[in-house]
């Protein structure tokens, strides 16, 4: 099982970057291309890591923000065969609210249509965990279980801000290994945390390998930090890889925590499990 990072906010050499996740995931006779980022880099990323979007057997949307879901169009345009695994809130119109005002963090319009005019055959409504392909699941809508975790940040779902957005779609996909459970994070609004206990619960895992995406901790202050990194601890990971939206301080953090087996991702990293 091989993954390529094909999106992230830092570039690997010679690749581009862009603010936004997508992964793919090569598990044998099936690929699955896991969010899309913003849609700028995706498919040069693709084409010099060697990733043939064609081949994508299903792309999975992790949640709704358009940082994830940009490249919708363009990447099922290129791969007609494949199959849109989300959440049926994925098209939620969505603010984040700052300074000055609300701004538009949905999926992006055009997107939205691609995904709406898509035959019934080509879409799963991912409400619950599921199996995408041997050794590969999804983990459906993540149960908010700890009091230290929160959407990582003001999102509401009117551009007033007055009504908040528990970004219910957010979801992670989990792999199969000989080693344990790797689980795959888009942003993690669910809270990092709650994301890993979920996963190794539906997919009946007892250890958990590596943990690789977004941990949605730029906003997290001190003391969630602090009670996120003591709880991943327990898990004893034997890989952590904040991307995207992590934060440096997070990034910090865990280094301090867990020393080498903190890889911080950039576009074009390349992972193998057995």
Same mark, same amino acid.
């Given at each position: 099982?091989?993954?390529?990072?094909?999106?992230?906010?830092?570039?690997?050499?010679?690749?581009?970057?862009?603010?936004?996740?997508?992964?793919?995931?090569?598990?044998?006779?099936?690929?699955? &291309?896991?969010?899309?980022?913003?849609?700028? +880099? #995706?498919?040069?990323?693709?084409?010099?890591? =060697? /990733?043939? !979007?064609?081949?994508?057997?299903?792309?999975?949307?992790?949640?709704?923000?358009?940082?994830?879901?940009?490249?919708?169009?363009?990447?099922?345009?290129?791969?007609?065969?494949?199959?849109?695994?989300?959440?049926?809130?994925?098209?939620?119109?969505?603010?984040?609210?700052?300074?000055?005002?609300?701004?538009?963090?949905?999926?992006?319009?055009?997107?939205?249509?691609?995904?709406?005019? &898509?035959?019934?055959?080509?879409?799963?409504? +991912? #409400?619950?965990?599921?199996?995408?392909?041997? =050794? /590969?699941? !999804?983990?459906?809508?993540?149960?908010?279980?700890?009091?230290?975790?929160?959407?990582?940040?003001?999102?509401?779902?009117?551009?007033?801000?007055?009504?908040?957005?528990?970004?219910?779609?957010?979801?992670?996909?989990?792999?199969?290994?000989?080693?344990?459970?790797?689980?795959?994070?888009?942003?993690?609004?669910?809270?990092?945390?709650?994301?890993?206990?979920?996963?190794?619960?539906?997919?009946?895992?007892?250890?958990?390998?590596? +943990?690789?995406?977004?941990?949605?901790?730029?906003?997290?202050?001190?003391?969630?930090?602090?009670?996120?990194?003591?709880?991943?601890?327990?898990?004893?990971?034997?890989?952590?890889?904040?991307?995207?939206?992590?934060?440096?301080?997070?990034?910090?953090?865990?280094?301090?925590?867990?020393?080498?087996?903190?890889?911080?991702?950039?576009?074009?990293?390349?992972?193998?499990?057995?």
């Amino acid at each position: 099982m091989r993954m390529t990072v094909l999106v992230d906010d830092r570039p690997g050499p010679g690749l581009s970057a862009e603010h936004g996740f997508s992964l793919w995931v090569d598990a044998g006779e099936r690929h699955v &291309l896991f969010d899309t980022g913003q849609g700028g +880099v #995706v498919e040069k990323n693709a084409r010099i890591t =060697g /990733v043939d !979007l064609a081949t994508a057997d299903a792309i999975v949307l992790s949640h709704g923000h358009y940082d994830h879901t940009g490249g919708l169009d363009s990447t099922l345009s290129l791969a007609p065969g494949s199959v849109v695994y989300c959440h049926p809130a994925v098209t939620r119109k969505r603010y984040s609210i700052g300074s000055r005002g609300g701004t538009v963090v949905g999926m992006p319009g055009p997107c939205r249509d691609t995904l709406d005019a &898509l035959p019934v055959e080509r879409k799963r409504w +991912v #409400v619950k965990a599921i199996t995408v392909c041997s =050794g /590969v699941g !999804l983990t459906g809508p993540i149960p908010r279980g700890t009091a230290y975790e929160d959407t990582g940040g003001p999102f509401f779902l009117d551009p007033e801000g007055t009504v908040p957005d528990p970004i219910e779609d957010d979801m992670a996909m989990w792999l199969e290994t000989g080693h344990g459970l790797v689980v795959l994070t888009g942003c993690s609004h669910a809270g990092l945390i709650n994301t890993i206990e979920n996963a190794l619960r539906e997919a009946h895992a007892e250890k958990l390998h590596a +943990v690789i995406g977004g941990f949605h901790l730029g906003n997290a202050d001190h003391r969630r930090l602090r009670m996120t990194v003591e709880a991943l601890q327990a898990f004893r990971p034997s890989m952590v890889v904040p991307c995207h939206c992590s934060g440096t301080d997070a990034i910090d953090a865990l280094t301090s925590a867990f020393g080498d087996r903190v890889r911080p991702g950039t576009s074009g990293d390349s992972f193998h499990f057995s």
